[in-house]
């Protein structure tokens, strides 16, 4: 059975590592080898600094030949209510001093409004009890407290048009979503950039991805499909996601111009939320 994640349990987690690695006479540059992830991430997972994910987890099973313990006592956010694929990277944002992202399809969930997060969440499938849904309404909500410090995280947020476009929840649901993120780019506390339909063809077309950094860990890249998601920690695989995200935003609009294009939008969205109210 797992345990809740915590630093305690953390630490515990790495100190075991550590154990059954000397224990099978390996280096943490052997271990890493064999379980195919970066020396500096089993350091970390050592340190209790960090925890690997469900098929790391499962390498070092293998490798080490532990019969599932790294598996079924991985620290897990019991209390958090996120998806399983996500838990990893929603602790990780928490900690991040900067948040570079690119969303193509739905507002990022720290970003989200009520109204808009209760529509996502009530859109999939099989369909969800109010309650389950209110309870992951609880927890995506919280997440926007990552914004409650106006220096920490430094946050570029990279949209495709598509976001904008959307109508998720109908149009006086987008209009507060898009003021909420006009607001903040106005306040000066993220850099909002979109990528227009007019660029076509651009560098991050295959999917949406999460860049972070911290203070004294490494930066990760975090990318998710539909139902799944992985952190990558290679520096090497980093560096090249973040000249990918780079490469793609050079493809944007500038900021005055993206929050420009939100404003009218989002008056598009007003106007027509007021037509449907009065006919």
Known sequence: MAIEDNPRSREQYGAELKRRREAAG?????????????????????GGRR???VEDARRLDQVLGTDGFFENFLPVLDGRKVAEHFAHAAELERQAVAIKEYANTLVPGFLQTPAYAREVLGSGHPAKSDEKRDTL????LERSRVLDDFDSPKVTLLLSEAVLRQAIGGPRVMCEQLRHILALGEDRRMRVHVLPF??????????????????????????????SGRIWELPSTVRELEDVYDHA??????????????RSVAEDYQHEADRDQHP
């Open 51 to 53: 925890r690997p994910d």
């Open 198 to 227: 007019s660029v076509g063809a651009h560098a991050l077309l295959e999917g949406p991805i999460k860049l972070m950094w911290f203070e004294e860990l490494p930066s990760v890249a975090y990318v998710e499909g539909l139902k």
């Open 137 to 140: 309404l609880a927890a995506r």
């Open 249 to 262: 935003l050079g493809d944007a609009l500038s900021h005055r111009m993206s929050l420009a294009l939100l």
């Open 26 to 46: 390996l280096t943490q540059e052997e271990l890493s080898q064999r379980a195919v992830m970066s020396r500096t991430h089993i350091a970390h997972i050592e």
